[in-house]
């Protein structure tokens, strides 16, 4: 079995130890509630503050602020077992864990309060960036935060927030200069309990049941001016540097979706038989995993490269997107040709990988949708060649 593999990659001890712990949690707790979890469509509170409790939201964080004092290489790390075991889960890692460095890096001494909470799983934090009429285009956004006195007052609809139900406290970005562009936007920390924060229901989504995920409306929400964080009308570029972090994490839980297919269709194509012999003597089938193990091996030292610059502190753009692009496109070709190892069972919710189909497809759609990161390329190589 997978789980008993160890990896041939060059990773530290402390890393080692912190993959270990993931995959056991994975394999343990994850992967047998996994089905359990999509079909309820119930944020799973428990599984989530079992990973509090392994201290895996702070693996990015130095241990100054509260973390374990890693790195994002070490969340790549984590992120590919847990998703592994539970695409949907492995999402829920990523909103603690991208909160707590958000806060760390460009909060105040009063925002840095809520680290322990966000940690320790009693804070649950989300962030609202997207609107109903405004997805790619972030400097479009429409909600507005007006400054009276010494609070702001805030107005408008945010969409697809993951968390929107469960949140104690969101990171809000809007317009606090509604003339100025991408250069009037401001990120504002809103406590869900302050009157005017409506939580609409969820979407009927297609997969990653289990994420809370909602409308979220604010009408004349009231927070003080102390909740700002980071500059006022400087929030755009604090989003995008955001983003460059959150498409590491997004590739890398592509990436063990991706896995867990193919070791699911490497076992079903042994246990399968036709025409007298086990399904994986085909050539053909053995072509599609080869083609598997090829593209999810290069997926994952796009993503290492991208997170070790990450770690270095260098400019990472161009190599978040290109992980990005990559992995969720291979995830969703490769996921899909493991489902057609499975026949007509693959059809079926009593095999993972109808559910790993289904989970995979909106890896290609946020943090950028797949068409946006081929424009930063683009827009990243012009720069280096002319």
Known sequence: MQSEIILNQFYTEEQSMVRDTARRLSDSLLAPAAAAIDRDNTFPREIYLSLAEQGLFGVALPEEAGGVGMDAMTACIVMEELARGSGAVGNAFAIPVEAALFLYHHGTAEHHKLIPGVLDGSVIPATAVTEPDCGSDVAAIKTTARREGDEFIITGTKAWV???????????????????????????????????????????????????????????????????????????????????????????????????????????????????????????????????????????????????LYDARQPIALEAAQAKLFTTDMAQVHISNALQIHGGNGYSRAFRVERLFRDVRLSQIYEGTNQIQRMIIARQVEKMYT
């Open 162 to 308: 993951t968390f929107g139900q469960v949140a104690d406290v969101i990171m809000v970005f809007a317009k606090t200069d509604a003339e100025a562009g991408h250069r009037g936007i401001s990120c504002i920390l809103v406590e869900t309990d302050r009157p005017g924060v409506i939580k609409g229901k969820s979407e009927e989504l297609l997969g990653m049941h289990g994420l809370a995920e909602c409308v979220v409306s604010f009408d004349s929400v009231r927070v003080p001016v102390g909740n700002l964080i980071g500059p006022e009308n400087g929030a755009f570029h604090m989003a995008m540097e955001n983003f460059n972090f959150s498409r590491l994490m997004m590739s890398s839980m592509a990436l063990g979706m991706a896995q867990a297919a193919m070791e699911d269709a490497i076992a079903y194509a042994h246990d399968r038989k036709q025409f007298g012999k086990p399904i994986y003597d085909f050539q053909a089938i053995q072509f599609m995993v080869a083609d598997m193990s090829r593209d999810i091996a290069a997926a994952r030292l796009l993503i290492h490269h991208a997170a070790r």
